[in-house]
Every structure is written in C-alpha cells, then in structure tokens.
C-alpha cells in the first residue's frame, strides 16, 4: 500500500469541505437570516447577493461526497448509513432551499417560498452540524460496516453542534450581506453579525471544552507534552480574529469581517482536524484503513491535480465577474 | 435542479448503496469524481453567468459561457453512462474477497457497452428538448400569439428531430444487438422470448406469465425478433427458461417498459417526418390538424426516456452490477422502516417540486417569449422561469 496517498486524498477532501462551509456557509446564512428581514423586498436584495453562486457552492459538497466514495469507499460506507436520517434531511432541505429560489421569483405570494427558503436553508445546516457532531464523537463499527441503530447520532453534543452550525452560517451570511449590499439590510446585518459572533464563539467555547472532557484521546492530543506548545496557538489567534470582526464591524468596515469570519471558520475546523486525525471515523478507522485501491487514488488523484486548478480559476472568475454592491435598481435573474 | 439532484445521487451511493460501494467503490468512484470535476462545476458556475451575467460580460463571452454549459453538461453525460454502462457490461477489474480492484481504466471507461448507451441517452436528451419545442411553438401557432417565434421554433424542431428521430431507431437496433451479446436474458425479457430453441416472435402485445413460463393473448409478428437481433429469419437466441426462475429479471416490468418506450418512439418518427414532409409542402404553419397534435405532445420523450431507463435497469435484475454483485447484497445496514418512511418523503417533496415546477412553466409558456424575435438587445428576460413572473 502507497501510504503517501491516503494523507493526499485526506488533505483534498478535506479543502473541498473547507471549501463547501464557506461557500454554502454563507449562502445558507443568508436563509437563517431569511426571517430577521422586515420586508420581501429586503429578502429579494439578500437573495439576490448570492443568486449567481449558490449553484456553484453546493458543487463542492457534491465533490466532498464523491471524493469520500472516490478514495475512502469503506469510511463513506460507515459514516451514510450511520447518519441516514441526518444526510437524508440534509438533502431534502437543500432540493426544498433549492428550488425556492427559483419559484419564489415567479410566485405570485413570495410568503410560502420564503417559508421554505427558511426552512430549508436552517435544516441543510442544523443537519450538517449533528452529523460533524457525531462523527467526533465516534461511530460504532463491526466487520468494516456501521453496527449501531437509526438514532445513535441523536446526542445531546451532537445536536448542541448543530445549533453551532446555524450560529455559524448566520455569522457567514450576515458579514456577506454587509459585504454585498446597502442601506437597511446592511445596518440590519451589521447588528445580527454581532448577535451571531456572540453565539459563535459561546459554541466554539463549549466543544472545545467538552470534547476534551468526554474524549481522553482528543485530551491527550492538545494537552500533551509537547504537542501544547505547538497547539496553543490556535485557540489565542481565534481570539484575536473574533476580536478583530468586531472591532471592524464597529468601525464601519465592509469587506474585513466577512474575511475574518472565514479565518474564524478555518480556526475552527483546523481544531477539529487536530483533535482527530487521523481518524476519518472516530474512534476505530484511520484513512489508511478505509482507503480506495491504490490505483483508484492515482488515477483519480491525477484528474483532480489536472482539474481542481481549473475549477477554482474559474469560481474566482465569477466572484469577481459580480464583485461589488449588488444595487437596488437591478433586477434579480 | 441539476445541482440539488446531483447532491442526492452522490451521497445516497453511500446511505443506501453502503455496501455497493464497499464492493465496487474502487472502479465506480472515480468515474463519478471525473463527471463531478471536469463536469458538474463547470456546468453550475458558468450557469450563474449564461443566467445573471448578461449585462456583466462580453457578448462572445456570453455565447462561450452558454458552449460551456453544454459541453459540461454532456461530459456529465459521458461519465454518468460510463459508471451504469460498467455496471451492465463490467470489465478490466479483478476481485478478491468481493471487491472490484481497477486494471485497465481505458477498458473500464470505454466498456463494451457504453458507447452504445452514450449515443442513445445523448440523442434521447435532444429529442426529448426537440419535442417540448416542437410543442411550444405549436401551441403559440395555434393561439394565434407569438407567431415568428412560433414558426422558428417548429422549423428548429423539426429540422432536428427528423434527424435525429430515425437516427435513435437505429442506434437503439445496435444497441440491442450489443446487449444480446452481453446480457441475453435481458434481451429474452425484453422479447418475452421464453424457448431458446425456436426462433423469436416479435410480440405487439402478450401477457407474459412468469410462473407457467409461457405468454397469453399472444399478437405477433413471427420470427420478427430473430429478424431483428440476429438479422436470419430463424436465427436463435437465449430464452427465459434457460436459467432459474431467480435469475431472470421481471418479465412484465421489462416487456412492457420497453414496449412504450418504443411505441412513442415510433410516434416521434413519425411526427417528425410528418413534419418535414409539410414544411417541405410549404404548409406546415396551416396544417391545423397536425400542429393540434404536436401541441399536446411534449411528454412524449420524458416517458420514453424514463421507460428506457426501467427497461436497462430492471432488465439487469437481480444483479446491480452484471454476474459481479446482486442486488440484495448491496444494501446499507439501515431498518426497512427508516428506508420507507425516507422514500415517502422523497415521493412527497419530488411530487411538490414537479406539480409547482409544471404549474409555472405552463404559465411561462402560456405568457410567451418577451421581446421580439428579430433580437431586442438587452430587454428581454434572461434568466427563463423569471418571465413567468407578475
């Protein structure tokens, strides 16, 4: 067995999911702030900021699931059917929120396709954060497949990292509508950044806490000798950049905090990332052992290296093609 | 819709497919990883500017952006067919303890079957377009409204569907030649052909009977079925009761999928020469008659689509991937209560997305094109569904 590819691949997929939580993150705020609007006029502004992106977002969580198939199929075949019910509500909310973008600009009563807009965009997130929470918690496995029952991902932590998870996105999306938009929804959205950065950095508070207290080997990873002088880096510079996007956002800034708020959001998953590699399903499988055939990890690894520089050359391209303010007078579509 | 469905495929592999991903995860994961980066992105993220960035690029990067979503769009095709082809007609893998390992990916892209499934479903995708079309402009003819778009889009529909119509005859009689050789039963389903040792009858209509092994109410057209796959009059091929009962695939479902699909089929020839044979009279725009029927007509290749998929897929049966893994032993380890009670919700929410979707674009249709069709600029609408608004 090639054991250089196995961290490879993990470093792929794990920038493609990096890359799926900002992205989306922020579109999927932007429906957690859906309800906070005064007017459906306000809400057409806050849609139309993200109209020409969210299809090209949601493409990477697309990638982070073919890339678990493409080169760990034994960790994609534990971690599905162990989240079944999450994953599945997950993707109904996301065709719901999906769709209420399109048909929520020909209705003639907006009102029901907000709803779903709403709820969509707050069940996709909460769902996504049950099923991190789970999976840091552990998965039980027997024989290679997943042993445990429908609802063992049911926790009391693994839903707190669900709420996490929409706090999080809505300090996404607030600090993008500061970004991309003007008048109301702009000052409105400066004062939900706030609210959501408080609640954010209560959450990160919390798992950082309990994961230790509940898991000795995530204990054991930060608080070891010597491992705690490289670490302790970490939790200061989240400090500092959760001070930084408020400082900005009382300054009257547009662009830094939603920056910061991806530093944040990095911070954050580079902690994840410590406390458990090199488990990709805690606490029994590692990515070597749920690794493809090597020669399915080269082959596809050689189309990724080929591909993935394109990709991001051209989702570069479009935020920069509709860079800037989006303005009152244009039309959304 | 392309990337919401997209998420489901990809991640139901996993919640209900586990252990067929466990199985051949290795050979089919990375055609599905090929379609989602040389594709699906390019597809999504140059939608956004073909759908917001008329007035933002260029006029030639404009047209680029709309090549560019076709070409991602039929690299998807390329790669989707190329994984269910590989599970029909599977080939350079070895295995060891159940699961597929790559050997030759050429072979495995390339498999023999797939370059007869890509033609069918790419040409299939243009005449199901060419139909909706065809019928659109029919019923502007009709009403009277939007008349030179009207005429432009019958003239474009026909022009293509004549075409390519009689060409998917043909594909699909290659493509059936191809499958007696690789997965005959399928074949002895399709024909409900029952007695390998006599040659085949082409069956307009029969009632087949899976526990007597024989047909009712049989109308046929004798020896039509060796005609058509042997091309002998008597040649002979495979029948249903050469293998157990637990190795065929359900007779009726298949028989019968494939006998609409080739019955629209067939009516699509027709129409479409029909079509061609009155705008070469120079009266197709006053032949009332015919366009009253095409304006009714834009299901037709969705169901002969949907038809052929549950003819190939259900003609597999029971295996999921051909003589490599059956289909019972694919499955997740998730209850049977879970699994139902999700698939109801799935049926619920599809049925909600396709009843509004249907509503608005009946009333988009019924609204009609906005400016005019000799070209107004930068007025008209340039995300579609947005003109059904108000």
């Known amino acids: ?333 | 819709m392309g990337v919401v469905s997209g998420i489901v495929l990809s991640y139901q592999f996993g919640t209900n497919w586990s252990r067929f991903s466990v199985a051949v995860g290795n050979v089919i994961g990375p055609l599905i990883g090929f379609e989602v980066l040389s594709a699906f992105f390019l597809e999504a993220t140059f939608l956004g500017v073909l759908l917001f960035g008329f007035n933002k690029v260029p006029p030639w990067l404009y047209v680029l952006s709309a090549v560019v979503v076709a070409i991602g769009t039929s690299m998807s095709a390329f790669w989707i067919l190329s994984a269910n082809s590989w599970m029909q007609t599977p080939v350079g893998f070895t295995l060891k303890d159940g699961v597929a390992y790559p050997a030759d990916w050429i072979a495995i892209i390339f498999n023999p079957s797939f370059p007869y499934r890509f033609a069918h479903m790419l040409n299939a995708a243009y005449l199901t377009t060419g139909f909706v079309v065809l019928a659109v402009g029919a019923r502007y003819l009709i009403a009277g409204t939007h008349i030179e778009e009207g005429r432009i889009m019958l003239r474009m529909a026909i022009a293509l569907t004549a075409i390519l119509a009689p060409l998917q005859l043909v594909i699909g009689d290659q493509h059936g030649i191809n499958t007696l050789q690789y997965q005959p039963i399928k074949i002895a389903a399709i024909e409900a052909h029952w007695d390998g040792a006599l040659p085949g009858d082409f069956y307009i209509f029969a009632w087949p009977d899976e526990k007597a092994g024989h047909n009712w109410f049989e109308l046929s057209i004798p020896k039509a079925a060796s005609l058509i796959l042997t091309h002998r009059m008597n040649g002979l091929f495979p029948g249903l009761n050469s293998v157990p009962a637990s190795e065929r695939p359900p007779v009726k479902l298949v028989f019968f999928s494939f006998r609409i699909m080739l019955g629209v089929g067939l009516f699509m020839i027709a129409a479409a020469l029909m079509g061609a044979f009155l705008w070469w009279r120079s009266t197709l725009f006053e032949s009332r008659w015919y366009l009253r029927i095409m304006a009714h007509c834009w299901w037709f290749g969705f169901v002969a689509v949907i038809a052929g998929w549950v003819v190939t897929e259900s003609g597999r049966q029971p295996w999921i991937v051909h003589n490599v893994l059956r289909t019972a032993d694919a499955t997740s380890p998730v209850p049977g209560a879970t699994i139902a009670g999700t698939l109801a919700l799935f049926v619920v929410a599809y049925g909600v997305v396709f009843w509004f979707g249907i509503y608005y674009i009946n009333r988009l249709i019924a609204q009609g094109p906005q400016g005019s069709a000799a070209g107004d600029g930068g007025k008209f609408s340039r995300r579609p569904i947005s003109a059904a608004h108000s």
């Open chain 1, 1 to 333: 067995m090639e054991w250089y590819l196995p961290p490879i691949w993990a470093a792929v997929i794990g920038i493609a999911v990096a890359m799926y939580v900002i992205l989306d993150g922020f579109d999927l705020g932007i429906g957690i702030l859906f309800p906070f609007a005064q007017s459906e006029t306000e809400r057409d502004q806050m849609m139309r900021s993200i109209a020409p992106f969210w299809d090209g977002n949601e493409t990477w969580l697309v990638l982070g699931g073919a890339g678990l198939l493409v080169a760990f199929p034994r960790a994609y075949a534990v971690v599905m059917p162990a989240f079944y019910l999450p994953v599945i509500i997950m993707l109904l909310a996301l065709v719901f929120r999906g769709i209420a973008f399109e048909f929520r600009t020909v209705s003639r009563s907006k009102t029901w396709w907000s709803f779903a807009f709403i709820a969509g965009s707050t069940l996709a997130a909460f769902a996504q954060g049950v099923i991190l929470g789970g999976l840091v918690q552990g998965v039980a496995v027997r024989d290679g497949g997943y042993a445990g029952g429908s609802f063992d991902w049911a926790t009391p932590f693994a839903l707190f990292c669900g709420l996490a998870l929409v706090a999080g996105y809505a300090l996404l999306g607030a600090t993008w509508l500061v970004m991309k938009c003007e008048g109301a929804v702009a000052d409105r959205a400066r004062a939900h950044a706030k609210i959501a950065l408080a609640a954010v950095l209560v959450c990160m508070a919390v798992v950082s806490l309990w994961t230790p207290l509940a898991e000795p080997r995530i204990a054991a990873r930060w608080f070891s000798l010597p491992n705690f002088y490289f670490l302790w880096p970490v939790p200061s510079v989240t400090a500092l950049v959760a001070f930084a996007i408020w400082h900005w956002l009382e300054r009257g800034r547009d662009v830094p905090p939603f920056l910061a708020a991806i530093a944040l959001f990095l911070l954050g998953y580079l902690g994840l990332v410590i406390s458990n590699f090199p488990y990709l399903v805690p606490p029994s499988l590692t990515i070597w052992d749920t690794a493809a055939a090597p020669a399915s990890q080269i082959f596809m690894l050689f189309g990724t290296l080929l591909l993935l520089p394109f990709v991001l050359g051209y989702v570069v391209f479009v935020y920069w093609l509709f860079r800037g303010k989006v303005r009152e007078g244009e039309s959304y579509h």
